[in-house]
């Protein structure tokens, strides 16, 4: 039994579709079970609530196996321990009581790095790793960089106004990926009753490329001129907390981006085992060019 965190989610929704498709038996965890479509839930067995409450997980957790966690975005928590090592202490517990044998958990980039302990979201996501790998179950953290598909929260800036914008330098050279590989590497996992121990599993995407790399690729696929344009810390932290974003989360992802800026993912060494197959012209083409057409 495998037990799913965020099925609606992107990367939860396209990792249960892959386990789905292998035959495996799954077990969701869902706030409400009307968001799953009716395909999915003939499919699944249910259990309703939060992934933070301590009942919920207990019962989830009850004879599976494997679990893939994903700590859902909490733009409005107090602080980044309790967005992440918070909201996952619950789980450390119920791992242990109900002998759940394997994680795989969607992390970052970073450990070891000048950079982890004052990387915000990064640091938050390391000592979540931490936590649960502490329990004494088989632990794989993925260790992502940036994902392309953040990018879509930026469609209509894209579309109208022919620009996107980071508080990252436009020539940082950095790995990005696309949430369709890392859900494939995230079912492999799952469905692989044979590993053990901790480790992370970095998942690279299959080529550096920078915000200024990013804009020449999107004018071409989009045949329009798109470019680049950074912006200034406190002017992206403004713009979070406009948005309803509390201080400590809109200054943990300024932190982010900052080490990002400073060569967080730059870290680890590229091998074939780390590159993932979709490049970012292909994901323009395939996700963006149709979002932005729209």
């Given at each position: 039994m495998?037990?799913?965190?965020?099925?609606?989610?992107?990367?939860?929704?396209?990792?249960?579709a892959?386990?789905?498709?292998?035959?495996?038996?799954?077990?969701?965890?869902?706030?409400?079970a009307?968001?799953?479509?009716?395909?999915?839930?003939?499919?699944?067995?249910?259990?309703?609530?939060?992934?933070?409450?301590?009942?919920?997980?207990?019962?989830?957790?009850?004879?599976?196996?494997?679990?893939?966690?994903?700590?859902?975005?909490?733009?409005?928590a107090?602080?980044?321990?309790?967005?992440f090592?918070?909201?996952?202490?619950?789980?450390?517990?119920?791992l242990?009581?109900?002998?759940?044998e394997r994680?795989?958990?969607?992390?970052?980039?970073?450990?070891?790095?000048p950079?982890?302990?004052?990387?915000?979201?990064?640091?938050?996501?390391?000592?979540?790793?931490?936590?649960?790998?502490?329990?004494?179950?088989?632990?794989?953290?993925?260790?992502?960089?940036s994902?392309?598909?953040n990018?879509?929260?930026?469609?209509?800036?894209?579309?109208?106004?022919?620009?996107?914008?980071s508080p990252?330098s436009?020539?940082?050279a950095?790995?990005?990926?696309?949430?369709d590989?890392?859900?494939?590497?995230?079912?492999?996992?799952?469905?692989?009753?044979?590993?053990?121990?901790v480790?992370?599993?970095?998942?690279l995407?299959?080529?550096?490329?920078?915000?200024d790399?990013?804009?020449?690729i999107?004018?071409?696929?989009?045949q329009?001129?798109?470019?680049?344009?950074?912006?200034s810390?406190?002017?992206?932290?403004a713009?979070?907390?406009?948005?309803?974003?509390?201080?400590?989360?809109?200054?943990g992802?300024?932190?982010?981006?900052?080490?990002?800026?400073?060569?967080?993912?730059?870290a680890v060494?590229?091998?074939?085992?780390?590159?993932?197959?979709?490049?970012?012209?292909q994901?323009?083409?395939?996700?963006?060019?149709?979002a932005?057409?729209?």
């Amino acid at each position: 039994m495998i037990v799913v965190t965020t099925p609606t989610g992107q990367i939860g929704r396209q990792t249960l579709a892959r386990l789905l498709a292998a035959g495996a038996p799954v077990r969701v965890i869902v706030r409400a079970a009307g968001r799953l479509s009716p395909a999915v839930r003939d499919q699944v067995e249910v259990v309703e609530g939060s992934h933070g409450d301590a009942d919920v997980v207990t019962k989830a957790f009850d004879g599976a196996d494997s679990v893939l966690w994903v700590v859902p975005p909490n733009p409005h928590a107090p602080s980044l321990d309790a967005a992440f090592a918070g909201f996952s202490r619950p789980a450390s517990v119920a791992l242990k009581t109900q002998g759940v044998e394997r994680v795989v958990a969607v992390s970052a980039l970073g450990r070891g790095t000048p950079m982890a302990g004052h990387a915000g979201h990064v640091t938050a996501s390391l000592a979540m790793d931490d936590l649960l790998a502490g329990t004494g179950v088989g632990y794989r953290a993925l260790a992502m960089p940036s994902f392309m598909d953040n990018l879509l929260r930026q469609t209509e800036l894209i579309k109208n106004e022919g620009m996107f914008t980071s508080p990252i330098s436009g020539s940082r050279a950095m790995p990005i990926c696309a949430i369709d590989d890392i859900a494939a590497v995230a079912a492999d996992l799952l469905l692989d009753g044979t590993w053990s121990g901790v480790d992370e599993v970095p998942v690279l995407g299959p080529e550096d490329l920078s915000h200024d790399d990013m804009a020449k690729i999107m004018s071409e696929v989009l045949q329009r001129p798109v470019r680049f344009q950074q912006v200034s810390g406190p002017d992206f932290k403004a713009r979070l907390m406009q948005l309803g974003t509390s201080g400590a989360v809109a200054q943990g992802m300024l932190d982010m981006m900052q080490a990002k800026d400073a060569g967080l993912d730059n870290a680890v060494p590229r091998t074939a085992q780390a590159s993932t197959p979709t490049g970012f012209r292909q994901w323009c083409q395939d996700v963006l060019k149709p979002a932005i057409l729209t």
